[in-house]
């Protein structure tokens, strides 16, 4: 069955309108509109002098202070830019042909706070702003984790949604507030009318019961008693369901019937989406969903509550068709996309100063440059916050396994100057006009990608320890996919194959639960997954027995510990 259908696809970095047209086999995509996005800083209630002023430090979450000028900033959500790349993206679609569904996707755990007429009140906060870890702090000061996690299986992480509830009680805005809907559920009801919560993304906040599938009464009665926090989310809906006709002022969305387009419940967390869209053969895999974060696990029927499981800060986020994604969530391109904004800003050409970054520039100059030098930690609190991320990244690097192949060549100098970077295209269009040294940004660039492919490595061998599970390969989706020197050393790495690819998995798995809800695709969620691999052009990476010295020593000198964060 012929059917086109569209993915509003947004990430905590940019967001997309995407129109996929099914011919029964294979999905074809194309973009319609893209558009920026990011946390946008505003000063905060410290400097403005609401709910807090006087107040602006405290302690976080993991036990560090927050410095005045931290608390003094909120980060905030450009919400209705959003919704207008939205609107045009829509636009184009419908000017292309008619639309059979939509489906929306972005990250987890924020939202947006209505009144009691139904109107936004103010920008959704950002997870990067200090408030969450005063929240965070304010709960776990009184309830016990272990009890937490038994119910919401969900690692700790000081911005998920419960803490950020604690968290508004210090704003003024929530006093008006009568409803809560997650990002993908606003833009939702923007377009329906309809307020619902999607079952994939409300298991992100902490407050669903992972067992039970649904909001889980005794964390709604512990916030309304222990912190006068109410219950506001409205009622689940599980992908697959029909939200609701999208009726858009100005557009007439149609489908090939002439009916209104439907809007559907897809799984509306991008890693669910993702994970849907991992085009596996077999239910024995492992998967990195690699952008601004890296979800790092695997694929169960049921969730992992063991007190292993919360000790080694795992999560238990739901999947549609019943699964569970069992995961780590590792820092993932944000930090290398911090540092290429960091330069950018400074003239470099590489990095994207005038709109566009020199991939096969950078590269190549990162897989010349010595491996294994540096390493550093990428479950490291300091490596959330936008801004300052190139000397963050020094700062916290020590040496790794490859210091003594370069101190052995004659190598010394601490910005990793080495002829290799060079020869691979410094110099070469490439100039230093900007100030920022070509040999040492490839030097911070490796130290970024090796570190990635080691948290990756013991983020795999951890989820296979706890779930008791062995994954005969390594799925690697996102916009990670694309980088072939992470591919090839998270193989080195983990010692287990990787499939490179799809870039577009989030999509596709967006797409997917669309064409099932209308009827133009149908079985089981390894059905749909066939229609990832025939769409998808694939490549694999296999392990390096030569290589697995260099990583047995990398992960030895970033030390033991169970926890990843």
């Not at 609190?381 to 990244?393: N, S, T």
Request: glycine share 12%; net charge negative.
């Amino acid at each position: 069955m012929m059917a086109t259908v569209v993915a509003i696809d947004l990430g905590a970095s940019s967001g997309r309108v995407l129109r996929g047209v099914f011919d029964g086999e294979r999905l074809t995509l194309e973009e319609c509109s893209r558009f920026p996005n990011g946390p946008v800083a505003l000063p905060g209630p410290a400097c403005a002098g609401g709910a807090g002023a006087g107040k602006p430090g405290g302690a976080g979450a993991d036990g560090s202070e927050h410095s005045e000028a931290e608390a003094g900033v909120a980060y905030e959500w450009d919400i209705l830019a959003l919704w207008r790349g939205i609107l045009d993206g829509l636009r184009e679609a419908s000017l292309r042909g008619s639309l059979d569904a939509i489906g929306i996707d972005t990250w987890a755990v924020d939202y947006g706070l209505l009144d009691e007429d139904g109107r936004l009140i103010g920008n959704p906060a950002s997870y990067r702003s200090a408030r969450c870890g005063l929240g965070a702090s304010e709960v776990l000061d009184r309830w016990d984790s272990s009890w937490l996690y038994a119910r919401n299986g969900l690692q700790f992480q000081p911005f998920n949604t419960l803490f950020q509830r604690v968290a508004d009680r210090r704003e003024a805005r929530a006093d008006c507030a009568r409803t809560a809907l997650l990002i993908p559920d606003l833009l939702a009801y923007w377009l329906t009318g309809q307020a619902r919560s999607e079952l994939t993304n409300a298991s992100t906040t902490g407050l669903v019961n992972a067992a039970l599938r649904d909001w889980d009464p005794e964390i709604q009665i512990r916030l309304r008693d222990d912190f006068g926090v109410e219950h506001i989310f409205p009622p689940l809906i599980s992908p697959g369901e029909v939200i609701g006709e999208a009726h858009v002022e100005g557009l007439d969305l149609r489908t090939s019937t002439g009916e209104r387009t439907p809007v559907v419940a897809v799984g509306s967390h991008d890693t669910a989406s993702a994970v849907a869209g991992v085009p596996a053969r077999t239910g024995s895999f492992a998967y990195i969903s690699s952008g601004t974060w890296s979800l790092v696990g695997t694929e169960l029927s049921a969730p992992v509550l063991s007190d292993e499981a919360r000790a080694a800060n795992f999560t238990n986020e739901l999947g549609v068709d019943g699964t569970v994604r069992f995961l780590a969530n590792i820092m993932g391109m944000w930090v290398q996309q911090e540092c290429l904004r960091e330069w950018a800003a400074l003239g470099d050409e590489a990095s994207g100063a005038s709109g566009r970054v020199d991939w096969p520039l950078l590269d190549a100059q990162t897989e010349a440059a010595q491996p294994a030098r540096y390493l550093l930690d990428m479950s490291s609190p300091e490596l959330m916050a936008p801004g300052g991320m190139v000397e963050r990244v020094r700062s916290l690097w020590f040496p790794g396994p490859g210091a003594s192949s370069a101190a052995s060549s004659g190598d010394s100098s601490s910005a990793g100057d080495s002829s290799s970077a060079d020869e691979a295209g410094a110099g070469s269009g490439d100039q230093q006009a900007s100030g920022v040294d070509p040999t040492e940004r490839a030097t911070v660039l490796r130290a970024i990608t090796d570190s990635l492919a080691l948290a990756y490595r013991r983020a795999i061998r951890r989820t296979s320890e706890l779930s008791g599970t062995r994954p005969e390969a390594i799925h690697l989706v996102g916009g990670g996919s694309k980088n072939r020197l992470l591919a090839q050393e998270t193989a080195d790495a983990t010692g287990i194959p990787v499939i490179a690819g799809p870039v577009e998995a989030t999509a596709l798995g967006n797409m997917f639960i669309s064409l099932r809800a209308i009827g133009a695709a149908s079985g089981t969620l390894m059905d749909l997954r066939a229609i990832s691999q025939a769409s998808s052009v694939l490549e694999t990476y296999e392990p390096r027995a030569s290589h697995a010295r260099l990583w047995d020593e990398a992960d030895a000198r970033l030390g033991s510990g169970d926890a990843l964060s």
